[in-house]
């Protein structure tokens, strides 16, 4: 499986592939799979009623540009796709990282018992949909700690000159406090 050693430096490729063995194992799968199919329809679905929109709401646009102008229109599609890819890798991982919440301590709990040789904890279906509400109320504190932040570094992003230095450094401690609340045991409320 995965060795422990730590005398040999390892490459990224080389931890994504001993994780994708790690994920490949039958007991493994299923704790990856579902918030996976469970994103892939989501985002699907968002991604196929924007782009739907968009060919709609772009000649509607174009609509009340002057004719001399109209050579936009080749400009603004590939703008728009860029965008909406940009805004949803954001939205997607987001989202992604929020539905998975509940598989993610799951999928921990089976690997170190796969990795350790212990015996599993028992996960049935019951087992987990008694976690879940638990699971997503914390996700929810996490968002309505991180929104109101989110909000206010946005908005300093439009202030001229400040706001394109100061906002980006202060990005990094709201991204990363969640990645750090146990080991610092940051209140997030």
């Known amino acids: 499986m995965v060795s422990t050693s730590s005398s040999t430096p390892r490459s990224g490729v080389w931890y994504f592939s001993q994780g994708w063995k790690l994920v490949s194992l039958p007991g ?3 704790f ?3 918030p996976l199919l469970i994103n892939i329809l989501l985002m699907g679905g968002a991604f196929w009623w924007l782009f739907t929109k968009l060919e709609s709401w772009i000649p509607s646009l174009m609509s009340y540009v002057p004719d001399w102008l109209q050579w936009l229109n080749y400009l603004l599609w590939p703008v728009a ?3 909406v890819l940009l805004v949803f890798g954001y939205f997607f991982s987001t989202i992604a990282n929020w ?3 509940p598989f993610n301590g799951l999928l921990a709990e089976q690997l170190e018992a796969r ?3 212990a015996t599993p904890p028992d996960t ?3 087992g987990i949909m008694k976690d879940v ?6 996700e929810w504190q996490k968002f309505a700690w991180y929104l109101p932040r989110a909000i ?3 908005i300093l992003y439009f202030v001229p000159g400040i706001g394109q230095t100061v906002a980006p450094v202060l990005w990094f401690p709201v991204q990363r406090v969640d990645a750090r609340h146990p080991v610092l045991r940051l209140p997030l409320r």
Not at 133 to 138: C, D, E, H, L, T
């Open 28 to 30: 493994i799968r299923r």
């Open 32 to 34: 990856v799979i579902l």
């Open 81 to 83: 796709v860029v965008s």
């Open 99 to 101: 539905i998975a919440a």
């Open 115 to 117: 990795l350790t040789g």
């Open 124 to 126: 049935g279906v019951l």
């Open 133 to 138: 509400p638990r699971i997503m109320k914390r």
């Open 152 to 154: 206010v570094l946005l």
